[in-house]
């Protein structure tokens, strides 16, 4: 099982982005898929997610800015980034707890996508 994601970049404030998570393998399910992000410095932390129950959560700074989706059939997984700050600045993370076809479960990590807002 692998989780890419793609998306980042360089934008200005006010700006947009849109990251994408594709999970490829052996999947059954993802349980809670997330996005958190790391700002150099900083501890990683949670930016969106689902929980287990199906709704969304966000971090206080993203609310209203950011939204969470998913294409459950094709185990994609977005984040659409509306009136970035220089704050949001940092390596984006996808995340997600992932049943294995062969009914194996275990949390999954993507490899960081990184997006810079310019001033």
């Known amino acids: 099982v692998q989780l890419q994601a793609s998306g980042g970049g360089l934008v200005q404030a006010g700006g947009s982005l849109r990251l994408s998570c594709i999970a490829s393998?052996?999947?059954?399910?993802?349980?809670?898929p997330g996005w958190y992000r790391q700002a150099p410095g900083k501890q990683r932390e949670l930016v969106a997610a689902?929980?287990?129950?199906?709704?969304?959560k966000y971090a206080d700074s993203v609310l209203g800015r950011f939204t969470i989706s998913r294409d459950v059939a094709e185990n994609t997984l977005y984040l659409q980034m509306n009136s970035l700050k220089p704050e949001d600045t940092a390596v984006y993370y996808c995340?997600?707890?992932?049943?294995?076809?062969?009914?194996?479960?275990?949390?999954?990590w993507g490899q960081g996508t990184l997006v810079t807002v310019s001033s």
């Open positions: 995340n997600g707890v992932v049943i294995s076809t062969t009914g194996f479960l275990r949390e999954y």
């Open positions: 689902f929980t287990s129950g199906g709704s969304t």
């Open positions: 393998g052996s999947i059954f399910m993802i349980v809670a």
